[in-house]
């Protein structure tokens, strides 16, 4: 396909851009009663406002069949949210949960390790997501937020086993003591990955097809960050445990001394 070029003559698509066949739903889209057709581009190196304004000058100067029209929408979802509101949420949702996890273990340090391996375990997750071509759109959103909540079960499994009964890391408990008690966590929660593993990946190897527009981009992401969750939870946290947790001395009851005075009684007549 030859398209016009500003300064005359014509030049081949491919070469402009880059053209492939996807599989895509037939969806019609309307904006109230009318039909609509997105075209979608991308910027760089050029502010909005200024492509904005060469798109507009050009469409005013050309003529569309009756009932058809152009319009330029300038302003995307993340500009009507705010970038300083939506780094609000994240902030307010991070001190959520530390004071969360702070309440699960009676610990501030605890409670930073948690929180800090909760990003750590979505990182599977927006790896495959990114590697797969998948906008982040509902599917891969609902995807993420599964992953959430399985990481912070792994989390919270995994800090208690290696807390020990006393909750409280005690002078006697060496590093291989620390590891084997990680040990007893790691049957449960692998069988769980797998699980996961085989609801989802009959999804992933059926790829993207029509129907499954949000269910696979879910069940893709849900895969990779089940892996980055095990890895977190096995792996990272028992270390993390044994390098930021200060020790602490198990309190001992203090012994009690059954200390009886001898009493002397008198008697006088």
Known sequence: MLIDVPDGGHVRLGDVADVRVVQTPPVIRRDAVSRRVDVVADLAGRSSSDVVADIEKQLATMSFPIEYHAEVIAKTTADEIGIGRAIGFAIGAAIAALLLFQA?????????????????????????????????????????????????????????????????????????????????????????????????????????????????????????????????????????????????????????????QPIAATTGA
């Open 104 to 260: 699960a273990f009676n610990s501030w340090r605890l409670a930073l390790v948690a929180t800090a391996a909760l990003p750590l375990s979505l990182t599977g997750g927006l790896i495959t997501g990114l590697f797969s071509g998948f906008t982040f759109g509902l599917g891969s959103l609902l995807g993420l937020l599964a992953i959430l909540g399985l990481a912070t079960r792994y989390i919270m499994t995994m800090l208690y086993t290696v807390q020990g009964p006393n909750r409280m890391w005690t002078g006697d408990d060496s590093a291989d003591t620390v590891y084997d008690r990680a040990r007893e966590s790691f049957g449960s929660m692998i069988i769980s990955g797998i699980a996961i593993a085989a609801l989802v990946l009959p999804i992933v190897i059926l790829g993207p097809r029509p129907g499954l527009e949000i269910v696979q981009p879910l069940a893709v992401v849900l895969l990779g960050g089940v892996v980055s969750s095990l890895v977190v939870a096995l792996f990272l946290l028992p270390s993390a445990y044994l390098h930021l947790i200060p020790r602490q001395a198990a309190e001992e009851p203090p012994e009690h001394e059954d200390e009886r």
